[in-house]
Antibody
Framework: QLQLQESGSGLVKPSQTLSLVCNVS??????????WSWIRQPPGKGLEWLGYIYHSGSAHFKPSLKSRITISLDRPNNQFSLRLTSVTAADTAVYYC?????????????WGPGILVTVSS | QSMPTQPPSVSGAPGQRVTISCTGT?????????VHWYQQRPGTAPKLLIY???NRASGVPDRFSGSKSDTSASLVITGLQAEDEADYYC????????????FGGGTKLTVL
């Protein structure tokens, strides 16, 4: 059974960089046919997809975040990470990591429990 | 890139049937991309409910069903139960800006 778990700082100061790691167990992040995404949910609001990285290492991001976001794979540790620079209060949210399968029409079949990140001085 | 539209809320009594709609555009649902549905109970991560328009995820009761037509999709829940009270989100792919996955705004289901 695949399991995902987010970790990282729960409090980030404005203008600084948000960094999160998603640890994957029960399967390899390098296996074919899957991608690894970050999705966030501001308090009381809906879900927002941020970006994904394929098992191959190629990544795609939500266009409005492209200048601030990096997603990378750590194959030896079976993890993938999120970096979001120049954060503001609008980046306060629960951040989820998730696996997607299915190609262009892919869907998220496994999710981490989420981690709340608050941007505040 | 445009987010699919869902009604903010729906409600129904136990045992009843409810339908949640998801209206897209010509760059996502209308372009033929699959629609998926997630259930999110308070304080928990979303859970995959329906994938590829009308396929139930493992362990999902057959009270839940999905369909898709033209630029919209629907999630139908029959025999409503108290435990179905949750937020429901549709999700698809949007071709207007490459590589984007889009979620609907979400629908809060209240069991009366």
């Amino acid at each position: 059974q695949l399991q995902l778990q987010e970790s990282g700082s729960g409090l980030v100061k404005p203008s600084q960089t948000l960094s999160l790691v998603c640890n994957v167990s029960g399967g390899s992040i390098s296996s074919d046919g899957q991608s690894w995404s970050w999705i966030r949910q501001p308090p009381g609001k809906g879900l927002e997809w941020l970006g994904y990285i394929y098992h191959s290492g190629s990544a795609h991001f939500k266009p409005s975040l492209k200048s601030r976001i990096t997603i990378s794979l750590d194959r030896p540790n079976n993890q993938f990470s999120l970096r979001l620079t120049s954060v503001t209060a609008a980046d306060t949210a629960v951040y989820y990591c998730a696996r997607a399968i299915g190609g262009y029409g892919d869907y998220f079949d496994y999710w981490g429990p989420g981690i709340l990140v608050t941007v505040s001085s | 890139q445009s987010m699919p539209t869902q009604p903010p809320s729906v409600s129904g009594a136990p045992g009843q049937r409810v339908t949640i709609s998801c209206t897209g555009t010509s760059s996502n649902i209308g372009a033929g991309f699959n629609v998926h549905w997630y259930q999110q109970r308070p304080g928990t991560a979303p859970k995959l409910l329906i994938y590829d328009n009308d396929n139930r995820a493992s362990g999902v009761p057959d009270r839940f069903s999905g369909s898709k037509s033209d630029t919209s999709a629907s999630l139908v829940i029959t025999g409503l139960q108290a435990e179905d009270e949750a937020d429901y989100y549709c999700q698809s792919y949007d071709s207007s800006l490459s590589g984007s996955r889009v979620f609907g705004g979400g629908t809060k289901l209240t069991v009366l």
